[in-house]
């Protein structure tokens, strides 16, 4: 074998041409070739060239065209032309094949033929010079021809060598490239199942349907089968309900079979299924009723390998009825974890046979290996060990290699790096590990760490982000370095966030999109980082973790990571020159034994922001202790080739990973690991040992902090089979009497009998072996229980359904296993369905004497429908026939024990248990051995005892006792649960129980049994009459204590006198008592005055008043007959202050009573009206008693009568002094928005007074009393206010609440959706009066959604919502809508916008001008009347309008015809609207002066600025009613409440009659105007109305008379 080593097992370098480029697998590959077929000449001279010498690839050897060569050991050092070494070269690892190029056919042809056309050319050139030269003779010249001949043939057999030995190695078994996928379609929808399958030779591929062989041609056109290049398909056509199943794709070829799986439902649409139809079955399925029968034989066993060598596991399945084409399901574990196909393990099934190869092992291939074969009926299992012995070490005294690399975290910026301290050190402790890393793709390895770290975790940095890295690590000792470990699953350099988007998870069906973080913004400084936390501290390395900010730009943002010594104020930047982008870090260089803090900061192109909150204080160092040693190892018999070994855990053990176990034969002083891989448990079997050796054993705990000190050594152990092997009086004989207590479908609950003799040490626990019995011929045994169990029950669980077994126990203890027990019944394994319980289990006998014992009993595990509910105890003579059992109790026992009476003495008896439910009394127990009714000699009881101070104790004797035996206590025949209240001590043979604090809680039966004797036992019952006594007892033994009711404790009486007091419980008249102050006894005096009442024991001493000399300790010494007792109290400090000042207060406050004075002191109330109301509560007032108010010590004048015969003062604050003309409004909603203000807020003070004295009560209500006074008021204004209510304005929609009182001061937020509502121009809020309002000025749909109208209160505030959606934002949006295009209309329609007169009375001959404003949009038509006639214009009368807005009406010389009554009309198409006038002719003399007149918007004639004073003489009915008529379009708007009253003070304004206007002059006339606009305008419009007769605007209205 030595020849035949790999070389990765004597240099351990990387071998996995895996990890290559194809590039580089090219190259190598191509110059192994070329060397291996070039002429011995070429390549020497090639070599040379090269400065290397290859030595095992230098030529062809005559062995290697040998078909089964005997390789010589091959070297892999590369030399330079010095046969210095300056390397290795690294071979192409291809299991046992040597000649693998990993090229493929094609290649490796042309990569054939180019090296034999070389070999060729170079020998037949190297001929033909020789032919040329004519120096060398022609019998050389053949010679050389002849060995040309012999090379070409040797080439021509290597050749044909070479291909067959390809063709082995070109085939493999079928390997899914791409399996079938599972798919949900709908019915009648067609679905595709595709897979690739690759293998040599070509793979058959069969497809199956609930394994049943799909076959197209009996189902034509329902199935459709294709195979093209590789790729096979499944096409079902028109699915319907019953293709819902499990497919299966076959593929096989010579070199195995492998199975795929698919599955396919078929979907109904609602209403279209059958509800009764079953689910679709996934999984194997039972259509024809096989029952198959699954036998593993020629099974493997417990193994070993070494490092680097190739094993393989095999069992022979043989499954009954053989069926064609059937597979079973075929899986392997190891350490009860799947294993899966990888480059490490193999997995083959031939039909017959499964196999696993391990292609190259490693420490982490030891483990318990488990072949499940599972079928339809059931699955079979098979089980054994594999150890893995390291390989040899390359450095003598060096250490094993680690194991089980992995990455425990990986990100853009780091890996952390854990591994398994392997259990060889090399004979001196381990120094530390190295870890190298490896870029994926690449051969180079590179040592992260320049110093070995020796915890087990590392965390690799310089990392390239997005790159692939494997990892090794090394461990090292004084003497070299350890191979390196198994390399670990390759890992990407990312943020965690990105590898999982590049697994390629897709969003579930429902296409729902979560968003996880808000949109960043532009330009934003992010926020500080949260939840910074150390992650993980060791004395090289401390790892920060934190969350990234909310706020945080449109780029990634990155962090700098800051720290400072704790303690300090001076942060430095670990980073200073790249920030990292990961929310984690790394930090090296740390001193150890230091606290640091850590905070971060993020940073991006806009800034850096804020700091993190800092960490707590973190000290350098390894925060995970090293284990402590394991406890007691106890080695136990097994074969005559291994030992159970099993041992104490490690106490209070952190992160353990597991223990390493060693052995050595007696005498040797050479330790040998028995486990190279941890293990998790604290029991394990040491194989390999040699027979008839005595052993010794110890153990090792490890964490990754490190490898805990060694236990202590076991005791010596020869190695031989258990059964038959061990000494008989030292391991317990077999238990007895198996029954099953319960049986469900797949598993069963054993019980068993304790052995008659369990040896010379307790019974540590007992192992259940099971067997299958088949056609009642029994199988093979197996372990049901790995970790012994302490109670005599036990579930064995993995049975098969109705199949029958037969169980073995066997008990164990600290000399061994001892033999197990005769074979059970044979039992059926099918559940239980009785509604009654099962067996009771586990009957005991105790305390036997004479006349009685007691029956203990354990309630059954199966309880049958309903829960036990008591139980039946059946008694009978043993010699006495079945029918002789009788009940020993007619109601039904609620405990687990019993005390048996009425026995015969000498009379041996058995009995059995019975338990009842609801359903009915269930089975019968095993019945007990036969038990005599006889008091033993020496026999004694338990003794209560009380000692001489007051202690119970229970005490029990035995004389009897073994070396080994116990005493072993327990309250109502169980252990006890508190033990704080129990003491338990032991002396010799005798053993008692004190009670620490006697009380109700220590009622019950008390019990005491001696192990290792023939039943010594007794017990004692503690009753609540037995409690009373002792108690009694105990506190006479302790009367010379004088016991206190109450100890001293100190009260203030009236007037502040102090009152020092206790009371004893009991004292005699020869009692006596002494006062005692700061150590000097005080006397009775005039300060001090003392009482004792010796009825009551109160002792009692008081004093008028306390001064500072007061201060001290105070004690009461008492002394009866002998018993004495004190009592103290110690007033000082602060206490004592506290207890002056309230003495002081008290007498303060009896003085004070003594005159008026204030029961209930000034404090406010606002009642429902929302009145702030002050009050207080006074007494031992009398007439003569007045009450004085005050605000920031002025006086406020209260006209209120004082009442004192209710005792009760009121002041309402924030009433004002009003003028007597608005005293009529005080009630009015203005008023009471006026009620409490900021100008309230102050101090308030009554005073009472009279010839008795005086007092006083302050209330303050500024700062925090306002505020809280207001919130108050708040309050009842949000109770007051009404539901939120929705209208309707020609602006929008308007949410409106009305409050009974309105504060300026109130506050209210408006919510939409939870949200705040950010106010704009198109969203408004406002107060009316007492009308809260929201303004949605033109609402959308967007708009809809619940309102909220939220008050504060400085508490919980009150929330009023109304829902603005479906009908009701509808009915809302279209009464919007209707009042928009009314007040369109009232805006645009026609109308007359000044005033006409209404008679004009004009003097014949002159010229009369009227001009009236006109609106309207559009532009209106004007028409003119005359006695309801249609006008037109000519040269009398001239019409005219001007620039759509002036209608002006001239008659140039009026005569007597003109008189009428005249109208103008204008019209749109939003409505109509007419001015009517009349104008009479008068006859007269013209005059040469014109009169104007023009009117305001009310129609008032004022004189025009030209006007003659004489003409102004003239008189002319200037007032106007206007008069209109009714628009077609009606305007209809909603006002809010300040329009409305404004209206109604205009409407009251406007009722008087019109005036005449005087003939004034210019500023009269100026002044008159004013005048008559403030009169019919309202107050806060006049000033905005005015308007001077000069305007450059025309006048509305305008008549010229000449």
């Known amino acids: 074998m030595s020849g035949s080593i790999p070389f990765y097992q004597k240099h351990h370098l990387h071998y996995d041409r895996g990890y290559r480029s194809k590039e580089t697998q090219s190259k190598v590959s191509q110059y192994q070739a070329s060397s291996r077929y070039s002429a011995s000449g070429s390549a020497s001279a090639a070599t040379r060239s090269r400065g290397l010498n290859v030595s095992s690839h230098s030529g062809l050897e005559e062995s290697r065209l040998s078909p089964s060569p005997k390789r010589a050991k091959p070297t892999y050092l590369a030399v330079d032309k010095d046969n210095q070494i300056i390397g290795y070269v690294v071979p192409i690892f291809r299991g046992s094949q040597e000649f693998a190029t990993g090229l493929s056919d094609t290649e490796e042809a042309r990569v054939r033929d180019t090296a034999a056309y070389m070999a060729r050319r170079d020998l037949f050139t190297s001929g033909l010079e020789m032919e040329r030269s004519e120096l060398i003779s022609r019998k050389e010249t053949m010679r050389e021809s002849a060995e040309r001949i012999t090379l070409n043939k040797r080439i021509h057999e290597h050749e044909e060598h070479f291909k067959r030995m390809n063709e082995d190695s070109l085939m493999h078994a079928p390997e899914f490239v791409i399996k079938p996928r599972s798919h949900t379609v709908w019915e009648k929808q067609c679905v595709r199942l595709h897979c690739t399958v690759s293998g040599w030779p070509d793979p058959r591929v069969v497809w199956y349907k609930n394994n049943v062989a799909l076959d197209p041609l009996a189902n034509p056109g329902k199935y459709k089968v294709e195979s093209r290049y590789s790729v096979h398909s499944l096409e079902i056509n028109k699915c319907d309900f019953d293709d819902t199943a499990q497919y299966r794709v076959s593929a096989m070829n010579s070199q195995g079979e492998l199975s795929a799986f698919a599955s396919v439902v078929v979907k109904r649409f609602k209403g279209e299924m059958d509800e009764f139809l079953p689910a679709p079955r996934l999984g194997p399925v039972s259509e024809y009723g096989i029952t198959f029968q699954t036998h593993i034989v020629d099974k493997f066993g417990v193994s070993f390998g070494r490092e680097g060598e190739t094993m393989s596991l095999g069992c022979t399945v043989i499954i009954y009825p053989a069926l064609h084409r059937y597979q079973p ?90 591994w398994k301290q392997p259990a060889v050190d090399g004979g001196s402790s381990i120094l530390g590990y190295f870890v190298d890393r490896c870029e994926v793709g690449t051969t180079h390895w590179i040592q992260c760490n320049d110093t070995p770290v020796k915890f087990a975790r590392f965390p690799v940095t310089g990392l390239v982000e997005g790159r692939s890295y494997i990892f090794r690590v090394r461990a090292v000792n004084k003497s070299g370095i350890s191979r390196p470990s198994r390399v670990s699953e390759p890992v990407a350099a990312m943020d965690p966030a990105d590898r999982a988007r590049m697994r390629g998870t897709s969003a579930p069906w429902t296409g729902q999109i979560i968003v996880t973080e808000e949109e960043p913004a532009e330009g934003i400084v992010p926020s500080k980082p949260c939840d910074l936390q150390v992650t993980e501290a060791t004395k090289n390395y401390v790892v920060l973790s934190w969350k990234p900010p909310g706020e945080k730009g449109l780029e990634g943002v990155m962090y700098y990571v800051e720290k400072c010594v704790s303690g300090t ?308 003579e043993a010699d006495a026939p079945e029918e002789a059992w009788r009940g020993v109790n007619t109601k039904a026992l609620e405990k687990t024990y019993t005390k048996i009476k009425d026995l015969k003495e000498g009379e041996k008896y058995v009995f059995r248990v019975r338990a009842q439910n609801k359903a009915g009394v269930g089975k019968v127990s095993d019945v007990t051995e036969p038990v005599p009714a006889l008091t033993k000699p020496g026999t004694k009881e338990i003794v209560v005892d009380v000692d001489d101070d007051g202690v119970i104790s229970l005490n029990f004797e035995c004389g009897n006792m073994t070396p080994d035996s116990k005493f072993v206590w327990s309250k109502n025949y169980e252990d006890f649960t508190d033990t704080s209240r129990l003491t338990t001590e032991t002396k010799g043979t005798k053993s008692k129980v ?161 005159g008026p004075h204030f029961i209930e002191y000034l404090s406010w109330e606002v009642t429902p009206e929302c009145c702030v109301v002050l009050k207080c509560k006074v007494g031992n007032m009398k007439k003569e008693t007045s009450a004085l108010w005050h605000k920031d010590r002025h006086q406020i004048k209260v006209d209120e009568h004082l009442g004192f015969a209710e005792g009760v003062l009121k002041l309402e604050i924030a009433q004002r002094d009003l003028p007597a003309d608005t005293a009529d409004i005080v009630d009015s909603p203005i008023w009471r928005r006026l009620k409490i203000s900021k100008k309230d807020a102050g101090v308030y003070e009554v005073i009472l007074k009279d010839d008795r004295g005086q007092d006083t009560s302050t209330l303050n209500l500024t700062d925090q009393g306002f505020k809280d006074l207001m919130n108050e008021v708040f309050s009842v204004i949000a109770n007051s206010s009404t539901p939120l209510k929705i209208t309707s304005t020609d ?248 329009d409305r009253e404004q209206d109604k003070k205009s409407e009251a304004q406007n009722e008087g009659d019109p005036a005449e206007v005087p003939a004034l002059d210019s500023d009269q006339t100026k002044e008159a105007k004013v005048d008559l606009i403030n009169q019919t305008l309202p107050v806060d419009q006049s000033e905005a109305s005015e308007q001077p007769a000069d305007s450059a605007e025309k006048p509305e209205a305008v008549a010229e008379t000449t």
């Open 994 to 1154: 004190v009670f620490n604090r006697p009380g109700e809680e220590d009622i019950g039966v008390y019990s005491c049994l001696v192990t290792h004797t023939d039943g010594a036992s007794s017990s004692y019952t503690l009753s609540e009459e037995e409690l009373k006594r002792l108690l009694e007892i105990s506190h006479d033994h302790k009367f010379p204590i004088i016991p206190l009711k109450s100890d001293l404790a100190v009260e203030l009486l009236e007037k502040g006198r102090v009152r020092f007091w206790l009371q004893a419980e009991k004292m005699s008249n020869n009692g006596k008592v002494d006062y005692v102050f700061n150590d000097n006894v005080v006397s009775q005096g005039e300060k001090y005055k003392m009482n004792f009442d010796k009825n009551t024991g109160v002792i009692e001493m008081t004093m008028e008043s306390l001064t500072p000399a007061d201060e001290g300790t105070y004690t009461f010494q008492l002394q009866d007959g002998k018993a004495t007792n004190q009592s103290s109290l110690v007033l000082i400090g602060d206490v004592f202050k506290q207890l002056q000042k309230e003495s002081e207060f008290q007498r303060k406050e009896y003085f004070r009573k003594q």
């Open 569 to 876: 104020d001076s942060w430095q930047r670990v980073n200073t020159e790249i920030p990292v982008k990961s929310p984690r870090f790394a930090l090296f260089d740390l001193a150890e034994g230091k606290a640091y803090r850590f905070r971060v900061r993020c940073c991006n192109s806009a800034g850096v922001g804020e700091p993190s909150d800092p960490t707590e204080a973190t000290t350098v160092g390894d925060k995970l202790d090293i284990p402590s040693a394991p406890g007691k190892v106890i080695p136990t018999r097994n074969t005559d080739t291994s030992v159970v070994v099993s041992w104490e855990a490690s106490c209070d053990a952190k992160e353990l990973v597991g223990y390493y176990i060693e052995g050595s034969i007696v005498g040797s002083n050479v330790w040998e690991p028995c486990n190279n891989k941890p293990v998790n448990v604290t029991r394990f079997i040491c194989h390999g040992l040699i027979t008839g050796e005595k052993y010794v054993f110890r153990v090792r705990a490890v964490n990754a902090a490190g490898i805990s000190q060694f236990s202590q050594e076991s005791e010596a152990v020869e190695v031989k089979a258990a059964i038959g092997g061990g000494i008989l009086h030292a391991s317990p004989a077999p238990p007895y009497g198996i029954t099953i207590l319960e049986c469900v479908r797949d598993s069963m609950v054993l019980a068993w009998k304790q052995p008659t003799f369990i040896g010379g040490a307790d019974i540590t626990g007992y192992f259940v072996d099971y067997r299958e019995v088949i056609d009642g011929v029994p199988g093979k045994w197996h372990e049901a229980n790995i970790k012994a169990v302490s109670e005599r029950a036990y579930r064995v669980s993995d049975l098969k359904e109705n199949k029958k077994y037969q169980f073995q126990v066997r008990a164990a203890n600290m000399a061994g296993v001892g033999i197990p027990s005769l074979p059970s019944n044979t039992f059926l394994c099918e559940e239980w369905t009785i509604a009654v319980p099962g067996p009771p289990h586990d009957l005991q006998i105790r305390e036997a004497r004479n006349d009685s014992l007691v029956l203990l009993w354990k309630p059954p595990v199966y309880q049958g429908r309903d829960p036990v509910n008591g139980f039946y105890v059946d008694i009978k």
């Open 329 to 418: 399901e075929v899986e392997w574990y190891r350490d009860d974890v799947l294993l899966s196909p990888s480059k490490w393990t193999h997995m083959h099934w031939s039909g017959d046979r499964a196999t696993l190869t391990l292609t190259h092992l490693n420490k982490e291939d030891e483990g318990l290996y488990t072949l499940r074969v599972t079928t339809k009926s059931g699955y079979e299992t098979y089980s054994a060990y594999v150890f893995v012995r390291d390989a040899d070490a390359e450095v003598e005294g060096a250490p094993a290699a680690p194991l089980d690399v992995r990455c425990l975290d990986a990100n853009k910026d780091y890996i952390i790096v854990a």
């Open 1291 to 1538: 602006e929008g929609i308007r949410l409106y609440t009305f409050v009974s009182y309105y504060n300026d001061l109130l506050q209210v937020t408006w919510h939409y959706k939870d949200s705040a509502i950010a106010f704009s121009d198109r969203i408004k809020s406002g107060v009316v009066g007492e009308q809260l309002w929201l303004q949605i000025t033109e609402p959308t749909e967007k708009d809809m959604g619940k309102y909220a109208i939220e008050f504060y209160d400085g508490k919980g505030g009150l929330r009023r919502t109304v829902d603005l959606s479906g009908q009701a934002f509808d009915d809302a949006f279209a009464e919007f809508q209707r009042l928009k295009a009314a007040a369109i209309a009232e805006r645009n329609r026609a109308r007359v916008a000044g005033g006409l007169p209404d008679v004009v009375t004009i003097q014949e001959g002159k010229a009369l001008n009227l001009t009236c404003n006109i609106s309207g949009n559009p532009v209106p038509e004007v028409t003119w009347l005359k006695n309801d006639r249609e006008i037109t214009s000519d040269e009398h009368c001239i019409l005219k309008f001007e620039s759509g807005k002036f209608a002006s009406f001239t008659i140039t010389g009026v005569n007597t015809s003109d008189s009428g009554k005249y109208s103008i009309l204008v019209k749109n198409k939003y409505g109509t609207e007419s001015g009517d006038f009349t104008v009479e002719v008068t006859e007269g003399t013209p005059d040469l002066g014109v009169t104007s007149y023009w009117t305001d918007e009310e129609g008032n004639v004022v004189f025009g600025s030209n006007t003659p004073k004489e003409k102004m003489k003239t008189t002319l009915t200037g007032t106007k009613m206007q008069k209109r008529k009714e628009s077609v379009s009606k305007a209809s708007t909603v006002k809010n409440v300040e």
